[in-house]
């Protein structure tokens, strides 16, 4: 089956620094991939959309300049937390879509958990 | 905006007895209808669809019921075990675009 990695798994940091999250697809290519954050019972929401080779799509209300977002080749996304502010932690989750499978199945990442200090 | 609601934030149920978690959306143009389970601090699984094309899917203990009319759609878990307890996700999109999900609902199951 379709796996994604993520890494690293759980991260804390001070506030004010830089964190970066890597969101991999082992095996397959993935040339859209999807960033998620998951408040405290709340749902999943999405936050942008990574396509290989391009920039990638924020969501409404999403700073594009604070959650930086590469997707340099069709294994790798990466989401860079800047300046992380105590209010940034929460559970992030990516996830990578198998155009090979029926209806552009995603497949999830395990999540990091940030926490900033 | 919430276009898929999940208004039950938690279900409780005896193990053997039958589970059954309600979704609701209100984008119409959704065509592709999922439902995921998650663990804490793990990513979500995949546990089941259906297309818009369909009223029903099953897989084992899991089945997927679809009312498009209603925009309602429904999981049911039979017979429940006490390894079911988690956060099921509804999620639905169209086209294969980026998916929409609701809040969750924390089932737990009970031996």
């Known amino acids: 089956g379709a796996v994604v990695s993520q890494h690293p798994s759980r991260v804390i940091c001070k506030s004010g620094t830089s964190v970066k999250i890597e969101c991999r697809s082992l095996d397959f290519q993935a040339t859209t991939m999807f960033w998620y954050r998951q408040f405290p019972k709340k749902s999943l929401m999405l936050m942008a959309t990574?396509?290989?080779?391009?920039?990638?799509?924020?969501e409404q209300g999403v700073e594009k300049d604070k959650f930086l977002i590469n997707h340099a080749s069709l294994t790798l996304s990466t989401l860079t937390v800047t300046s992380a502010h105590p209010e940034d932690s929460s559970f992030y989750i990516c996830?990578?879509?198998?155009?090979?499978?029926?209806?552009?199945?995603?497949?999830f990442g395990p999540g990091t958990r940030l926490t900033v200090l | 905006d919430q276009q898929v609601k999940q208004n039950s934030p938690s279900l409780s149920v005896q193990e053997g007895r039958i589970s059954i978690l309600n979704c609701d959306y209100t984008?119409?143009?959704?065509?592709?209808f999922l439902w995921y389970k998650k663990y804490p601090a793990e990513g979500p699984t995949f546990l089941i669809s259906?297309?818009?094309?369909?009223d029903k899917n099953e897989d084992g203990r899991f089945t997927v019921f679809l009312n498009k009319s209603a925009k309602h759609l429904s999981l049911h878990i039979v017979p429940s075990q006490p390894g079911d307890s988690a956060v099921y996700f509804c999620?639905?999109?169209?086209?294969?675009?980026?998916?929409?999900f609701g809040a969750g609902t924390r089932l737990t199951v009970k031996p």
């Open positions: 984008n119409s143009m959704f065509d592709y």
């Open positions: 259906i297309s818009s094309i369909k």
């Open positions: 990574s396509n290989e080779g391009s920039k990638a799509t924020y």
């Open positions: 999620a639905a999109s169209h086209g294969g675009d980026d998916m929409r």
């Open positions: 996830s990578a879509r198998d155009h090979r499978r029926p209806n552009n199945e995603q497949f």
